[in-house]
């Protein structure tokens, strides 16, 4: 076994006597480290309090500008009554869930979806103490009204900047990184080395363990003292250096040899992780889960449970027959200028794959000229079988208007992976890999991946597959705040409208 065998981005420990003293110097924890990181947490939950007590002041001053007689003093300012109970919950529960954790930090981005329910969790806290104390006549309900609204956006910004900041200060040599020792055989331990950068992971490599690959040869008695013996020194190393976690690279279809890795490192105080390969950085938000008695790793949610399915149902129903009772009109007029532009029928339908696969009639104002008998073919920029009317419907999404229809129905979402012809469907479920995913939501009007310009023909496996990729992280992603955000883009971004002739 053997520990020095560290790749140069690693900082191998030089020969001069004096620099393998700085060296291991700087591998062994700093008495500042734990305040360093305390500091980093701490100034990201203070943005959080800024941000929120910010808003405040600036609401309330605005309003006994605009309403007010006399000057008003900051201690006379009630939002800072409400901006404390708001901070209060908001940093409590952020505390006690770790999202001020440097490596929550240092993971991504900020979860908006949990920001705004935490938000709507501390603004019912206000209301239940407001009336439990009977002070909620104390509060003018503009300043309160307008701090709700404005407070989240100004939260989401300031935690997003402050985030992106202490993650660029959280350089692989920093001392409030994550302090990280390997353990496994030489081939895994050179691959994690091959595939990974230290300043990327927002950790730091402080040491390795190499396992010897037993000798095939060798009797069970002899690979068990070869491995104990290994297993031994490592745990040494680790004692000595004191790093935060420890990761196992051991495969784990060598259950026997995992085993024995868990049983020796759980003696030592440090986190432990074991990491099957390459498979965790392909799902990201895995994590452990149970059901009933039975635990596994969940690499993929259900796409909806049924309070999701119940939410997203009533807003589609909701939005699709306001829609249709507003564009009746606009409907009316398209209809006629399709009939006067070209003979045929006003709609086109099309069978599409739905939920699960099940085909249903999908409805279309009719921008091609009819055929009969004609066999399915994709259009393309500048087809001559596009209308003149067509053409303009197309441009502006205004053919896809039909299949509100197919909301009300229930065979579609406002919001959802686009359908497509079914020969389309089985020719690129054959070829793309998780291409049928798309299918365990229903089908929408608009997605993801079309406000991303993801739309149009699709001539070759790439321009699938990164519409593919959106669909599949609108699935994994799913909220009803980001379906609202879809069905604004939709409208207003410019994006949405690329590729569409």
């Given amino acids: 076994m053997f520990h020095e065998r560290v790749p140069q981005a690693y900082q191998p420990l030089p020969t001069s006597a004096e620099r393998r003293r700085s060296v291991w110097t700087a591998l062994l924890p700093r008495r500042s480290r734990g305040l360093a990181r305390i500091a980093l947490s701490a100034s990201v939950a203070l943005a959080d309090v800024a941000a929120i007590v910010a808003v405040a002041l600036l609401v309330e001053f605005a309003y006994f500008l605009m309403f007010a007689d006399a000057p008003v ?31 929550v930090i240092a993971a991504g981005k900020p979860n908006l979806q ?95 363990s190499y396992l010897r690959r037993p000798d095939p040869g060798a009797d069970a008695a002899s690979r068990h003292e070869q491995l104990q013996e290994d ?31 868990i049983d020796a490192f759980l003696r030592v105080p440090a986190a432990l992780h074991l990491r099957p390969g390459t498979v965790l950085d392909r799902f990201p938000d895995m994590q452990v889960a149970r059901v009933g008695r039975l635990s596994g790793i969940n690499i993929g949610r259900r796409p909806l449970n049924f309070g999701e399915v119940v939410i997203k149902r009533v807003l589609d129903l909701t939005l699709a027959a306001i829609a249709l009772l507003a564009l009746a009109p606009l409907l009316a007029v398209i209809a006629l200028l399709i009939k006067l532009d070209s003979p045929g029928p006003v709609f086109f339908r099309q069978k599409r794959y739905g939920f699960n696969q099940q085909p249903f009639g999908v409805f279309k104002f009719r921008s091609m000229r009819a055929e009969q008998n004609a066999v399915f073919r994709q259009a393309t920029r500048g087809d001559s079988r596009i209308t003149r009317i067509g053409a303009i419907l197309r441009r502006t999404n205004l053919d896809e208007l039909p299949q509100l229809l197919n909301v009300v129905k229930g065979e579609m979402s406002l919001v959802g992976p686009r359908p497509h012809a079914l020969a389309h469907d089985r020719s690129f479920e054959r070829r ?25 023909e699709t001539q070759t496996d790439a321009a699938m597959q990164g519409r593919v990729e959106h669909d599949l992280h609108y699935i994994d992603n799913w909220s009803i705040w980001f379906d609202i955000q879809i069905m604004i883009q939709t409208v207003i971004s410019r994006r949405a409208y690329r590729n569409a002739f």
């Fill in 73 to 103: 003093w900051v201690t006379e300012v009630r939002g800072l009554h409400l901006a404390g109970l708001l901070s209060l919950v908001i940093v409590a529960t952020n505390a006690l869930r770790e999202e001020y954790g440097l490596d």
């Fill in 114 to 208: 949990r920001m705004v329910s935490l938000w709507l969790v501390a603004w019912a806290g206000v209301l239940v103490v407001g009336f439990l104390t009977k002070t909620t006549n104390d509060y003018s309900r503009l300043v309160s009204v307008s701090v709700f609204l404005l407070g989240l956006p100004a939260l989401a910004l300031t935690r997003a900047a402050v985030t992106r900041r202490v993650r660029e200060g959280l350089k692989a040599g920093s001392a409030p990184v994550s302090r990280v020792h390997l353990v496994g055989y030489e081939d895994d331990i050179a691959r994690f080395y091959a595939g990974n950068e230290a300043a990327d992971l927002g950790l730091r490599v402080v040491g390795t």
């Fill in 231 to 261: 297993l031994d020194l490592a745990v040494s190393v680790v004692r000595f250096l004191r790093p935060d976690d420890v990761f196992v690279l051991v495969p784990w279809v060598e259950t026997a040899e995992v085993e024995r890795c």
């Fill in 432 to 456: 793309i890999a998780l291409y049928a995913r798309r299918h365990n939501v229903k089908p929408g009007i608009t997605g993801w991946a079309q406000v991303n310009g993801f739309r149009g």
